[in-house]
């Protein structure tokens, strides 16, 4: 097994608890310790460690498989953020502002969140309508995640 590049254990333990990001750990041991990591070594470390994953899942905000080139966009980033606050994790007070700002304009608009994987932004906000009833417009089962529909049967 090769050596590990994990120099402090106990300081990358505490960056976790501090919700320090991936990138991040990245940047910060390239700085510090000028040795390079990927995002993905974290992600095991944390595994290993069996550390509390960084990640909410939560269907009924995100309920489509999203392509690869509409993952980061900015609507579904802020569901992200959203679900992070429900499932009872913490975000940064900079990503609260964004999150409140954000769904104050989605009120004021009367507005959702609507994905279609088949154009270039896919993600829209439309007008609210009947059976939408948090910040996502309701896809139709079909255009449900597989995982979400398993995990419902």
């Not at 993905?40 to 080139?69: C, K, Q, T």
């Not at 004021?108 to 994987?117: I, R, S, T």
Request: charged share 35%; hydrophobic share 30%; proline share 4%.
């Amino acid at each position: 097994m090769p050596a590990s590049k994990i120099v402090d254990e106990h300081e990358v333990i505490r960056w976790f608890e501090e919700g320090r990001t991936y990138q991040w750990m990245v940047e910060e041991y390239q700085r510090k310790y000028g040795i390079d990591t990927k995002p993905s070594m974290w992600g095991n470390f944390r595994r290993r460690r069996g550390l509390e994953a960084r990640i909410s899942r939560d269907a009924e905000l995100v309920p489509w498989d999203i392509n690869a080139e509409h993952r980061w966009k900015y609507p579904v980033s802020m569901l992200r953020l959203e679900a992070r606050l429900r499932g009872g994790f913490t975000i940064s007070d900079e990503e609260q502002g964004r999150l409140d700002s954000w769904k104050q304009m989605m009120s004021e608009e009367d507005a959702v969140v609507h994905y279609d994987p088949d154009t270039e932004e896919g993600f829209h906000y439309v007008r609210r309508q009947e059976g939408d009833n948090d910040l996502i417009h309701q896809p139709e089962q079909s255009a449900k995640r597989g995982r979400a529909r398993k995990e419902n049967e």
